[in-house]
C-alpha cells in the first residue's frame, strides 16, 4: 500500500531534550515536506526536500533540522525543543511532474513541557 | 508572497443542503490551487486541484471548485451534503512556479447535521 509513515504518532518531552521524528514514504517521491499545523493557522510549511542530498527552508524553519540522505525518508530533528514547538507536524511527499499530488503521514503530536 | 484567505472558520449545514466553502488567494502569477480535506485524526487528503484550462474542476467524493481570476476566488462547492463530509478544509495555493511548494489557508471546520 502506498503511504507515507511517521513516528511516533505522539509525542510528549521536555524543553531541551533532541529529538526526532521519522518520516517514510514507499512512492519513490523526489519530493518530501514537513508542516507544522496549529489552530487558526493552518499548515506550515517547515522544511522541503527536492530530492537526496537538496533539502530547503520553508515558512518556519527556526528551531528545526532536516537531512535527505535517502529517497524514502525525510527525518525532522528537534535539536533543542521548546514549548512553543508544541504542535502537530504532517509529514508529505509527491513526485516530480506537472500533475503532482502530496500525499500526508497521519501526523505527529508533539507536546514539549 | 502568496497567501490563503478561508474567511469563515466554522460552517455548519444540515445532510442534504448544498455546501460552498470560501477560499480567496493573493499572487501575481497564474496560481496553482488545491483544496484538502482532513477528516478527524488524519492526514490531509487531496480532493482536487487546478493548474489551468477549465475553471470549473471536478474532485473526488461529489467536490468541484471554480476559479475566478477575477475574484481571486477558488470557492469549494457540493451540492448534496453527507455526514461523513464532516470534517476541516484547507485551500492552498502553489507558490514560486511549484505547486508542491503550498501555501495553505487557515481552514473551515464543516458540521454536518443530521
Known amino acids: 500500500e502506498a503511504q507515507v509513515t511517521q513516528n511516533p504518532r505522539y509525542l510528549i518531552t521536555v524543553t531541551g531534550k533532541k529529538l526526532t521524528v521519522t518520516c517514510s514514504q514507499n512512492?519513490?517521491?523526489?519530493?518530501m515536506s514537513w508542516y507544522r499545523q496549529d489552530p487558526g493557522l493552518g499548515l506550515r510549511q517547515i522544511y522541503y526536500s527536492m530530492n537526496v542530498e537538496v533539502t530547503d527552508k520553508g515558512d518556519v524553519p527556526e528551531g528545526y533540522k532536516v537531512s535527505r540522505k535517502e529517497k524514502r525518508n525525510f527525518p525532522l530533528i528537534l535539536e533543542s525543543p521548546s514549548p512553543n514547538q508544541t504542535s502537530l507536524y504532517f509529514c508529505?511527499?509527491?513526485?516530480?511532474?506537472?500533475?503532482?499530488?502530496?500525499?500526508f503521514g497521519p501526523g505527529t503530536r508533539l507536546t514539549v513541557t | 508572497a502568496q497567501s490563503v484567505t478561508q474567511p469563515d472558520i466554522h460552517i455548519t449545514v444540515s445532510e442534504g443542503a448544498s455546501l460552498e466553502l470560501r477560499c480567496n488567494y493573493s499572487?501575481?502569477?497564474?496560481?496553482?490551487l488545491f483544496w484538502y480535506v482532513q477528516s478527524p485524526g488524519q492526514g490531509l487528503q487531496l480532493l482536487l486541484k487546478y493548474f489551468s484550462g477549465d475553471t470549473l474542476v471536478q474532485g473526488i467524493k461529489g467536490f468541484e471548485a471554480e476559479f475566478k481570476r477575477s475574484q481571486s476566488s477558488f470557492n469549494l462547492r457540493k451540492p448534496s451534503v453527507h455526514w461523513s463530509d464532516a470534517a476541516e478544509y484547507f485551500c492552498?495555493?502553489?507558490?514560486?512556479?511549484?505547486?508542491?511548494?503550498?501555501?495553505f489557508g487557515s481552514g473551515t471546520q464543516l458540521t454536518v447535521l443530521p
Open positions: 492552498a495555493v502553489g507558490r514560486s512556479g511549484s505547486a508542491r511548494q503550498l501555501t
Open positions: 508529505a511527499s509527491s513526485l516530480q511532474g506537472r500533475s503532482y499530488e502530496q500525499y
Open positions: 512512492m519513490n517521491h523526489e519530493y
Open positions: 499572487y501575481g502569477a497564474t496560481p496553482y
